[in-house]
């Protein structure tokens, strides 16, 4: 067994090509791994380090493909042996910090699921997506508290909160969850609880990134095998008016209505269906638990706005919903910012679409995600038994932006450039950010550390900070920027 030395610093990020290790060493460790493990130039070198985001792609000296969480406590050992730094990913959508000269473990491997429908519970490995949940869960008419996205990563996207499609019913998937699976910085396995260890549990959850790695997860699952949801489409001529009647109708509905709002200025491209070509829409998004009729009652203030460019809301099953969304399904490179808001205004909304329309210097996805009922109260009422941050938010906007091949350069500055003129315009409601909602390499940011620090508010900073102290305190694990910025950036399981 290798003996680790606590007293040794971690080195500093090393130059793509570089490695502290020989290469009898990684071939020792690739002979305890069930997983295969890469070096630059191997084959499969490059398809494991890609992920969904192809804006930014992982540049590490060895990749650790882990079967189990055997191979992950492995993984961090031999990091920890030789003085690398890690991350993790699973399916890529979140990468926030690419691993330069690390150790990049991979948890795609890990997917099993399986479901009791007797506890209403799941079991997830690390590299388990929302489709595998949702699939698993229906036949007993029970549901997760997945996001919009199938393919997304159910580890990553739950220790960041979770805003998903029941979230003002349920709240977020976060406060849902009953165990934790976790290979720790001096690379042991714990299983983490609300009893066994509530201020790791509850660090973990809602932003739990540079605490260790998450191999496993066990939570709850809602009785939900139905929904009344789908879109309201309108054409350009009716924004500016359905930009106030979604916030007069946001202030009415139940908590058992989730909604949100987008804005997308479709290039004119062939490759684009001919009703989405060259236009600029509004998209409404629905998600009702109630009866049909009632969502058709519920909904009727906002078809009123006049005709739509189309109609698609409907009873569905539950293992249907990710058709509310309609999220893209294949890798590409795009890079995002959020606000979470205690409120805002139709006129700072209208700027909000003016700024990013169709005379933007490039394309910007704008969506409003209406928050509050259950997302504030949190699992025990107060908001207090998870780690999320701005639980008093009422709304999230949310701008995102595709880029070229590469993800830098002139175009990431433009896009950057759009995305704050647009958040701007929202300041005056302005709380803080959404760890899942950020959405691209961050580190490169002049701002990371103010990024990082509008995740939590400050009391939840220095507590996190003090988790990161006692359980990282060589920061192994610091390729995210939510735990300080770029001088101090650790990973969970990214997603």
Avoid: C
């Avoid at 996001?147 to 580890?155: E, I, K, R, Y």
């Avoid at 969506?367 to 109260?377: K, T, V």
Wanted: zero cysteines; proline letters at 7%.
């Amino acid at each position: 067994m290798t003996t680790l030395d606590a007293s040794r610093p971690l080195a500093a990020p090393l130059a793509p090509g570089a490695a502290p290790f020989t290469p009898e060493e990684a071939d020792r460790l690739a002979r305890r791994l069930g997983g295969p493990v890469f070096r630059p130039g191997d084959d499969g070198y490059d398809a494991e380090r890609s992920g969904f985001q192809a804006g930014h792609r992982h540049r590490p000296a060895l990749i650790a493909g882990a079967a189990d969480a055997g191979d992950v406590a492995a993984a961090v050992a031999f990091a920890r042996a030789h003085r690398l730094p890690v991350a993790v990913q699973a399916t890529g959508h979140g990468l926030s910090t690419a691993t330069d000269g690390g150790l990049l473990i991979s948890t795609r491997r890990m997917s099993g699921v399986t479901v009791d429908p007797a506890t209403r519970t799941a079991r997830v490995g690390a590299g388990a997506v929302w489709s595998q949940v949702v699939e698993a869960a229906a036949p007993y008419g029970l549901a997760p508290l997945n996001g919009s996205s199938p393919g997304v990563g159910v580890v990553s996207y739950t220790l960041g909160g979770g805003v998903g499609l029941l979230a003002r019913t349920y709240g977020f998937a976060a406060d849902h969850v009953r165990a934790l699976d976790l290979v720790t910085a001096d690379a042991r396995r714990v299983r983490v609880t609300a009893a066994s260890d509530p201020a790791l549990f509850q660090g973990l959850l809602g932003g739990g990134h540079g605490l260790g790695v998450v191999t496993g997860m066990e939570f709850g699952l809602v009785p939900v095998a139905r929904l009344y949801g789908g879109q309201l489409v309108f054409g350009a001529d009716r924004i500016d008016e359905a930009l106030a009647a979604y916030l007069r109708w946001t202030a009415t509905v139940p908590d058992t209505l989730t909604s949100s709002l987008a804005l997308i200025a479709y290039p004119d491209l062939p490759q684009l269906p001919a009703p989405l070509r060259g236009r600029h829409l509004l998209q409404i998004r629905i998600a009702f638990t109630g009866s049909a009729e009632e969502g058709a009652r519920l909904v009727a203030p906002l078809r009123a706005i006049g005709p739509a460019v189309s109609d698609d809301l409907r009873e569905m099953p539950y293992a249907e919903s990710a058709t509310i969304h309609r999220d893209p399904a294949d890798p590409h490179a795009y890079n995002g910012d959020n606000a979470l808001l205690r409120g805002v205004d139709a006129a700072a909304l209208r700027r909000v679409a003016a700024l990013t329309g169709p005379a933007a210097p490039v394309m910007v996805v704008v969506q409003l995600n209406h928050l509050g009922g259950a997302l504030a109260a949190g699992p025990d009422g107060t908001g207090g038994a998870t780690g999320v941050g701005h639980r008093d938010a009422r709304f999230a906007l949310r701008v995102l932006s595709p880029l070229a091949a590469g993800g830098d350069g002139d175009g990431l500055a433009a896009v950057r450039a759009v995305h704050a003129a647009a958040l701007a315009e929202v300041a005056p409601w302005r709380l803080g950010r959404s760890v899942n909602f950020l959405l691209g390499e961050q580190r490169a940011r002049s701002d990371a550390a103010e990024v990082a620090r509008s995740t939590h508010g400050p009391g939840a900073w220095h507590r996190r900070a003090a988790l990161k102290a006692a359980h990282d305190p060589e920061n192994v694990f610091r390729f995210h920027p939510y735990d300080g910025g770029p001088e101090a950036d650790g990973t969970g399981t990214a997603g």
